[in-house]
């Protein structure tokens, strides 16, 4: 059936895969490392909680007239919202009920709009700047993300100054969404864009995109691999070494993709295989039930909105207040007060600091479970494996409770507030190490020290750039009809290899 046998033609299409597919596959991996190095120092755009805080205005409580409880009437939602937030737009005062319905704070009117007139003076007030120009848009490169859909239209907003810095508020609520500015725009476009392939007509189709990466990550895997494979066979270590004594037959370019390729292989399958994995193919670790959309609302216990008068608030919120969040969590509601000094943590009916015990926290937290055992409660002071942040300290303490069900749930809580911060189980835990941990290195003891960890990053990369822009050039010249350069011993596969016909 195979001219001098399977394992010659197993070798013979070893060689011709790696070699035509290759030529595309080095090209992607060079994208992907160079961008990749980009995304450590100048991630995607967001808006975190400090710019958030940073831009919120001081709430005017001349303008809030209504409590939260008429606020949560005036929505008329069909069911109790899980939290309501107040906080100063523009010149005024807004309840925002759930994440989608906006009450002015001092009418009590629910708010169906925000026009781009109204997003200019929410930008303004935020960025503390002139306005340059307004647009309003579906989408664009930076708000291609499902979160942005409950807003959508978004009104862009530019601000003056050489930052060109722009600010994203939403049509429903009017909140601001995002910022970015120029110098995180261009550094984006040759790194996280590429690197994601994340260009706006493929990235908002969400299962498009989930395909493409799939489909051109799958076969750079195979030219990982079989580069190893033929790296291995075209290097001699022992006695019946290539002429001169030497290891590889190869010299020039190919010298560099040999030897960059044998030391760095291992490294560029995992970081190919881990990239493959970011889109979980074939729902390999989302197989889970996870916590129950009706566990968790047991759990926060969302009820009837304790009563308060806006003066009451004010004087519990104290001067300076940018923010003020009532939630429920752990049965009882509570009150999240920000101000740019920090955060303040109140018991919603008494206005009072109230500490939780921890008895309390583990019988509420078996509500997210039912009808599973706590089968250990641990309360971390220190990141670990399960519990980080990439470059900076995770919130602690943390409360985290291991559930005795088939697929090993825990759950992270906060001891201080009752809130629930997240969940695992057993392929979520398996996922962080071979997503995370494989593509990111992002284990705290090398994260928590930046030199450390950019200097493995740095030098796993550069590796990885010989491997691949040697691949590059040696395509390219055997695009161009030229076998190999004049530096170069021959590239042919092993003697008695032949071409299939």
């Known amino acids: 059936m195979f001219r001098g046998g399977f394992a010659h033609w ?18 992607l991996f060079l994208i992907w490392f160079l961008s990749g190095l980009v995304m450590v120092y100048v991630p995607f755009p967001s808006l975190t909680t400090t ?15 209504i409590g939260p409880a008429e606020a949560v009437r005036a929505a008329q939602l069909s069911s109790a919202p899980r939290s309501l937030v107040l906080e100063r737009i523009g010149d005024a005062a807004v309840w925002r009920v759930g994440p989608q319905v906006a009450i002015s704070a001092g009418t009590g009117e629910r708010l169906a709009a925000f026009d781009a007139a109204q997003a200019a003076r929410i930008a303004a007030a935020f960025g503390r700047a002139d306005i ?11 708000t291609v993300a499902g979160t942005f859909d409950g807003h959508r239209l978004l009104h862009r907003v530019r601000l003056a100054g050489e930052s060109r810095r722009d600010l994203y508020v939403s049509s429903t609520t009017g909140a601001v969404m995002l910022d970015t500015d120029a110098r995180e725009r261009f550094w984006n476009w040759i790194g996280s864009v590429p690197h ?13 995109w989930r ?23 075209r290097t001699r270590i022992g006695e019946r070494r290539f002429r001169g004594g030497r290891m590889t ?11 960059a390729g044998l030391v760095g292989g291992l490294t560029l399958t995992t970081w190919i295989f ?70 303040t943590v109140l018991d919603a009916r008494t206005l009072q600091p109230v500490a939780l015990e921890r008895a309390v926290l583990v019988a509420a937290a078996a509500k997210l479970m039912p009808g599973q055992a706590v089968a250990a409660v641990d309360t971390l002071t220190a990141p670990d494996a399960y519990w980080y942040e990439v470059a900076a300290l995770p919130r602690l303490p943390v409360m985290r409770v291991r559930f005795d069900d088939p697929a090993a749930t825990w759950v992270h809580l906060d001891p201080a507030t009752g809130r629930l911060l997240g969940s695992v189980d057993r392929r979520g835990r398996a996922y962080r190490w071979f997503y995370d941990l494989l593509h990111k290195w992002d284990l705290s003891v090398l994260t928590l020290n930046r030199p450390v960890w950019d200097g493995l990053l740095w030098v796993l990369s550069l590796v990885g750039i010989v491997t691949s822009a040697s691949g590059v050039w040696i395509g390219w010249l055997r695009l ?22």
Not at 51 to 65: H, K, N, Q, S
Not at 132 to 142: K, P, Y
Not at 480 to 500: D, E, K, L, T, Y
């Open 480 to 501: 161009r009809g030229r076998r190999h350069s004049s530096h170069a011993v021959s590239v042919s596969p092993p003697r008695g290899w032949r071409a299939p016909q």
């Open 274 to 343: 881990s990239g493959w994995l970011s889109v979980d193919p074939f729902r390999w670790f989302n197989g889970g039930a996870g916590l129950q959309a009706s566990a968790v609302a047991a759990y926060a216990g969302a009820g009837e909105v304790p009563a308060m008068d806006p003066a009451a608030l004010e004087s519990a919120a104290g001067v300076g207040a940018r923010r003020v969040e009532l939630y429920w969590a752990a049965g009882r509601p509570w009150l999240n007060v920000e101000r740019p000094d920090g955060t």
């Open 132 to 142: 340059a120009e307004v647009e309003t848009l579906e989408r664009d490169q930076w």
């Open 249 to 259: 037959p190869y010299h020039g370019w190919m010298l560099w993709h040999h030897v």
């Open 196 to 208: 994601w392939i994340y260009p706006t007509v493929l990235r908002k189709d969400n299962a498009a």
């Open 51 to 65: 710019e958030r805080l940073a831009g919120l205005p001081a709430i005017d409580w001349r303008a809030v007239r």
């Open 211 to 233: 395909q493409v990466v799939m489909w051109v990550s799958g076969p750079c895997i195979l030219v990982a691999l079989t580069g190893i494979w033929i790296g291995i066979l």
């Open 10 to 27: 197993a070798k013979r299409w070893l060689y011709l895969v790696h070699r035509w597919v290759g030529i595309g596959a080095c090209l």
